[in-house]
């Protein structure tokens, strides 16, 4: 079946200005998870949705990162005023279930870059 | 806080020799553990993974891990590497004890020379 995938694949922006990142996780899969990876370091956890209950917001850096999801499907990263300490990939994934030790599987990526 | 390091930014071996990637970790409680390999410009592949049970695990294309309490160690090992292994490596834990997310260590660069 399909895997977990991102859009844009990359994203060149200014300084400033917002953008929108996007991920559809594997079908059936009730968690959701965004990560960030910065050049020549690990993923960093930004935020995880399970199922229709309060998203945990706690690896936010800052205010200007948001992110939504609608039921079990799709999620929007939103980052405003981006800033050039904001550019790295951006990994969304998914599991189906929440328990701590399903695997989660990973989407390729949104790579961006602010200018 | 739990947390995973792997000692080594780059592991270089030659084709056919046995290779390991080294991982260790701290969690409160019982660790999950799992380990990733990263293609370039790809996402995270799982590779394997320990909940309970047998220390050796077996996971995808070949690779083992196995899981030391005592050392809170989880090595990522393959018998005989090939030049296609080359790729970026992650270890990730998540203690039983609590809420906790997925931790990453910093990752291991395995190159396999021909």
């Known amino acids: 079946g399909a895997g977990v995938s991102q859009s844009p694949s990359n994203k060149v922006t200014e300084k400033g200005k917002d953008v929108e990142l996007r991920c559809d996780p594997i079908s059936g899969h009730t968690a959701l998870y965004w990560y960030r990876q910065r050049l020549g370091q690990g993923l960093e956890f930004l935020i995880y949705?399970?199922?229709?209950?309060?998203?945990?917001k706690s690896g936010l850096p800052s205010d200007r990162f948001s992110a939504e999801r609608t039921g079990e499907s799709v999620s929007t990263l939103t980052i405003q005023r981006t800033q050039q300490e904001d550019s790295a990939v951006y990994l969304c994934?998914?599991?189906?279930?929440?328990?701590?030790?399903?695997?989660?599987?990973f989407g390729p990526g949104t790579r961006l870059l602010v200018l | 806080a739990q947390s995973v390091a792997q000692p080594e930014d780059q592991v270089n071996v030659a084709e056919g020799n046995p290779l390991t990637v080294k991982c260790t970790y701290s969690v409160s409680g019982n660790p999950y553990l799992f380990w990733y390999v990263q293609y370039p410009n790809r996402g995270l592949q799982f590779l394997l993974k320990y909940i309970t049970g047998d220390n050796l695990v077996k996971g995808s294309y070949g690779f083992e891990a196995e899981f030391n309490k005592s050392q809170t160690s989880f090595h990522l090992k393959k018998p005989s590497a090939l030049v296609s292994d080359s790729a970026l490596y992650f270890c990730a834990v998540r203690g039983s004890s609590g809420y906790s997310t997925l931790t990453f260590g910093k990752g291991t660069m395995l190159l396999v020379s021909p």
């Open positions: 994934a998914s599991s189906l279930y929440a328990p701590k030790q399903e695997t989660q599987y």
């Open positions: 949705f399970q199922g229709n209950s309060a998203p945990d």
